[in-house]
Structure formats: C-alpha cells, structure tokens
Antibody
C-alpha cells in the first residue's frame, strides 16, 4: 500500500529540538519531493519547506530559515524534519506530503498527491 | 511570504453550488498556474482536489472545478453533498521554490 508513515507523537520542552521522520511505504522517494507542513490546534496549514531526497536539495520558508533542517536517508525511503529552539508556538501537527517532479527530477510539481497522517508535537514546560 | 486570503466560511444547501475564493498577489497566484486545492475533514490529513488551477486528480468527481482570474483563484463545488462539508485550503507556488497556503475556508452544508 502506497503511503507515508510518520513517526509518533512527541512532547518537547521549550528550547529543545525535534526530529520527525516520514517513511515511504510501497514506493521510494526517488523522483519525488517531500514537503513539510504543520497545523497548530484549530488553525490552518503552514508550509515549512521541501527536500529532494535524491539530490539532497532543500528550501525552507523564510520564517523557518536557520531553525529547520530537512534531510533524507541514502536508501531514499525516509525523509526527516528537524526543528530547533522550540517554543510553545511550535506546538502543532506536522505533516509530510509527496510532490512529483519532471525534467528528470529537477522540476518539482507544486501539489501533493499523498500525505502522511501527521505527527503531533507538543512543546510545554 | 504572506498567506493567501480565503473567506473564513461559506455555506450552501445540498444540490447547490458554492465557490471559494483564494486571493493572492502578482508574485504568487497572479504569476503562476500552480494553484492547488485541498479538502480536510476533521481529524484527517488534507486530500488533493484540484491542481495546476484546473486539473482534477483521478477519482475526484467533476463536481469540483477550479479557475483563476488575475490574482484570484476559485474552487467551485457543484451539486453539494453532505460529505463536502470540510475545510478547504488553497496553495500557490510563490517563486524561488516557495509555496504559500491560504488561511482555509470552512464549508458548511446546510
């Protein structure tokens, strides 16, 4: 079954870092981009950035630059999101989602056809 | 990057049509044909309904349609059904490999 399987819920203290994983099941990440979004309780979706697991290329929203790192493993099955210097404002459900690409992987598509179920991150002292 | 502007809520009766707007700027919605729409039911992950302004993924009924004029994109749902009640989000490519979301619209089927 084609799906993105995310790691389990986490509770973090302010100032700590989090690392969320997103594992491809039923396919590999070759030729795809993985985007990360989050949704604070009762709020809308917010885009954090993307990684091309094949090339290692990344880009993040300006708001998160300096605090976010996106990586992928060498087997092209799992992508990771790291976010540092957590505050209570980072409490949210974090989603990964798949986007396709053209031009041999160099031309990302800007829509998500497959989403993970989300990882709940709670930041509390 | 500023969020795209969507109405907070819209409503319609079963069988009617509703349109949800998504207003951006000349550097995002107005500049590219990369607007997508997602439906999110409570407690679930979003689902793709429209991509590249007007295209429907396989399995999405033709009751869902998308369009764009200038800096505003729109999602129209015709023949409203009870299961259409959900939150809807638009996204747009915003240049420099960035993406921006709309604030979301809650659709109520009366």
């Amino acid at each position: 079954q084609v799906q993105l399987v995310q790691s389990g819920a986490e509770v973090k203290k302010p100032g700590a870092s989090l690392k969320v994983s997103c594992q491809a099941s039923g396919f590999t990440l070759t030729g795809y981009y993985i985007h990360w979004m989050r949704q604070a309780p009762g709020q809308g979706l917010e885009w954090l950035g993307w990684i091309n697991p094949t090339s290692g290329g990344t880009n993040s929203a300006q708001k998160f630059q300096g605090r976010v790192t996106m990586t992928g493993d060498t087997s092209f099955t799992t992508a990771y999101l790291e976010l540092t210097r957590l505050t209570s404002d980072d409490t949210a459900l974090y989603y990964c989602a798949r986007a396709g690409s053209g031009c041999g992987g160099d031309c990302p598509y800007w829509y998500f056809d497959l989403w993970g179920r989300g990882t709940l991150v709670t930041v509390s002292s | 990057q500023s969020a795209l502007t969507q109405p907070r809520s819209v409503s319609g009766s079963p069988g009617q049509s509703v349109t949800i707007s998504c207003t951006g700027t000349i550097i995002d919605v107005g500049a590219y044909k990369f607007v997508s729409w997602y439906q999110q039911h409570p407690g679930q992950a979003p689902k793709l309904k429209i991509y590249d302004v007007t295209k429907r993924p396989s399995g999405v009924p033709d009751r869902f349609s998308g369009s764009k004029s200038g800096n505003t994109a729109s999602l129209t749902i015709s023949g409203l059904q009870a299961d259409d009640e959900a939150d809807y989000y638009c996204t747009s490519y915003a240049g420099d490999f960035n993406l921006v979301f709309g604030g979301g619209t809650k659709l109520t089927v009366l």
